[in-house]
């Protein structure tokens, strides 16, 4: 049962162009959200966060909004460079799941290329 | 700066062998976490620990075993590795009171 879902297995975007990654979720405890960014043979490294309480937060060129009554969230790159060419995990976190550690649960990751 | 590090970034393993892998985290993070990445599966939680000795099952926990000494090292063991648990094997380290995990380079594991 995927609690997580990352529909789009890849996407291709054109240097400078927005680049829209999605995540739905099924599980309405979820209380703290995550993108992390992962390059071939490295460990994904964190990207942006958000809490439930909010519904937008901003860093630099990423932008994660939260529809948490469609229980979705997406990044947006903008603009895109293809330095951002990387396989992207969204992740979710619980209260209920965490107890003494704070467990995340991930998608399955989008393969973003970006083109020159 | 966080750093995990991980012992082997490739390991080439046969059949029946018992395997160790060892994570090191250097920032005194109370959790560690072993996942495996699989193509079209993401990041399935194998087993983690939330303090030295104290281990708990993940999602997919059959086959491996973990071992927490020291707060700094957590060690994964494949008891008789088979040939599907060739994967990219990672290792993670947060702190109690976040959310974010910080990664270690992966080890890519081979079982022929």
């Known amino acids: 049962d995927q609690q997580v879902k990352q529909n789009s297995p890849s996407l291709s975007v054109q240097e400078g162009r927005i680049s829209i990654l999605n995540c739905d979720y099924t599980?309405?405890?979820?209380?703290?959200f995550l993108w992390y960014k992962k390059y071939p043979a490295e460990g994904p490294t964190f990207l942006i966060s958000?809490?439930?309480?909010?519904d937008k937060n901003e860093d630099g060129r990423f932008t994660v909004f939260l529809n948490k009554s469609a229980k979705h969230l997406s990044l947006h790159i903008v603009p895109s460079q293809p330095g951002d060419s990387a396989v992207y995990f969204c992740?979710?976190?619980?209260?209920?799941?965490?107890?003494?550690?704070?467990?995340?649960?991930f998608g399955t990751g989008t393969l973003l290329a970006v083109q020159p | 700066d966080v750093k995990v590090t991980q012992s082997s970034r490739y390991l080439v393993k046969r059949t029946g062998e018992k395997v160790f892998l060892e994570c090191v985290q250097d920032?005194?993070?109370?959790?560690m976490f072993w996942y495996r990445q699989d193509p079209g599966l993401g990041l399935r939680l194998i087993y983690f620990?939330?303090?030295?000795?104290?281990?708990e099952k993940g999602d997919i926990p059959e086959g491996y075993s973990v071992s927490r000494e020291k707060k700094e090292r957590f060690s994964l063991i494949l008891e008789s590795a088979s040939t599907n648990q060739t994967s990219m094997y990672l290792c993670?380290?947060?702190?109690?009171?976040?959310?974010?995990?910080?990664f270690g380079p992966g080890t890519r594991l081979t079982v022929t």
């Open positions: 993670a380290s947060s702190l109690t009171a976040t959310y974010e995990q910080y």
């Open positions: 599980n309405s405890m979820f209380d703290y």
């Open positions: 958000i809490s439930s309480i909010k």
């Open positions: 992740a979710a976190s619980a209260i209920e799941y965490g107890g003494a550690t704070n467990k995340l649960i």
């Open positions: 920032m005194d993070h109370e959790n």
């Open positions: 620990s939330y303090d030295v000795k104290m281990k």
